[in-house]
T-cell receptor
């Protein structure tokens, strides 16, 4: 059974800092990994999708890497802003659960001015 | 449509009543998923549709829960004889095909009183 772990559970940083969110998964036979953002009381917004054949994806100030063999992904946020405050969720598609996503518990990020 | 649409956005119901939640996926997306997010919990997979068939219903928590999809488009999640533990946000996601990344709706917040 695929299990996804996110570290840290919560992070509070001052505006402008660069930060790294970590995600690990137990079954490396995945099809892709997706990072989402969830604002309080809202649905999920897709940030980055990394296919299993890819090593990283970039969008603006966000960069996500994938090391499938070691079961790890990181989300790097450059020059953080208060508007980045949200819960960040990592989800994997595939392995023993192909056809559905297995989510981590999320990292709650607070960026204070 | 431009995104995944869910209705209603909020639903308050009395214990024991039946409820229907609706999901309208992105046009042309063949895969559709229902997830549940309970307060303080992670996202829990409920059911997966490929076209109109549901090859994976493994996440439905009890026989009070059922879902259908018609015309390869709109899906309805039905909860019969609602219980307080059914209170959660129910999220729907769709994908062009499995393994290509997912777009989530804003969810339906269900409160059973």
């Amino acid at each position: 059974k695929q299990e996804v772990t996110q570290i840290p559970a919560a992070l509070s940083v001052p505006e402008g800092e660069n930060l790294v969110l970590n995600c690990s998964f137990t079954d490396s036979a995945i099809y892709n990994l997706q990072w989402f953002r969830q604002d309080p009381g809202k649905g999920l917004t897709s940030l980055l999708l990394i296919q299993s054949s890819q090593r990283e994806q970039t969008s603006g100030r966000l960069n996500a890497s994938l090391d499938k063999s070691s079961g790890r992904s990181t989300l790097y946020i450059a020059a953080s802003q208060p508007g980045d405050s949200a819960t960040y969720l990592c989800a994997v598609d595939g392995g023993t659960s192909y056809g559905k996503l297995t989510f981590g518990q999320g990292t709650i990020l607070t960026v204070h001015p | 449509g431009a995104g995944v649409s869910q209705s209603p956005s909020n639903k308050v119901t009395e214990k024991g009543k039946d409820v229907e939640l609706r999901c309208d996926p992105i046009s042309g997306h063949t895969a559709l998923y229902w997830y549940r997010q309970s307060l303080g919990q992670g996202l829990e997979f409920l059911i997966y549709f490929q076209g109109n068939s549901a090859p994976d219903k493994s996440g439905l928590p009890s026989d009070r829960f059922s879902a259908e999809r018609t015309g390869g488009s709109v899906s309805t999640l039905t909860i019969q004889r609602t219980q307080q533990e059914d209170s959660a946000v129910y999220l729907c996601a769709s994908s062009y095909r499995t393994g290509t990344g997912y777009t989530f709706g804003s969810g339906t917040r269900l409160t059973v009183v």
